[in-house]
């Protein structure tokens, strides 16, 4: 299991990818659809139609790196989006990966350092 930093940016590419494509093609995905640089070090989570596999795309200083994870039974729970793309937490994450859905979020207020 990889594990970004908490502060790691993340973004799930709400529609769906073909699993298909490996280094070239998800960074031009980034790049073209996302309109994000692929050499940010800030990940990208891609999932397929079927929400049976998923793949996650990082650049790390020595190269990209690439994730994978193909489910057996069940779906990941992810939700579309108009824009194409949502921004995650690492818990969030966490959460798509181990089927867990959450039906009601409340955060409470927590102090947070400002950079």
Not at 64 to 77: A, N, P, T, V
Not at 92 to 99: H, M
């Amino acid at each position: 299991m990889f594990a970004p930093g908490n502060l790691a940016r993340i973004w799930l590419c709400t529609q769906p990818t073909d699993m298909r494509k490996s280094f070239q093609g998800l960074s031009a995905l980034v790049k073209n659809q996302l309109n994000h640089n692929p050499l940010s070090g800030q990940y990208f989570v891609f999932v397929n139609r079927r929400k049976t596999q998923m793949k996650v795309l990082y650049f790390e200083p020595s190269g990209y790196c690439l994730w994978s994870k193909r489910l057996e039974q069940g779906q990941f729970r992810v939700s579309a989006s108009a824009s194409g793309q949502r921004p995650l937490s690492w818990t969030d994450l966490q959460l798509i990966l181990d089927g867990i859905e959450v039906q009601k979020i409340r955060q409470y207020k927590r102090y947070q350092h400002s950079i």
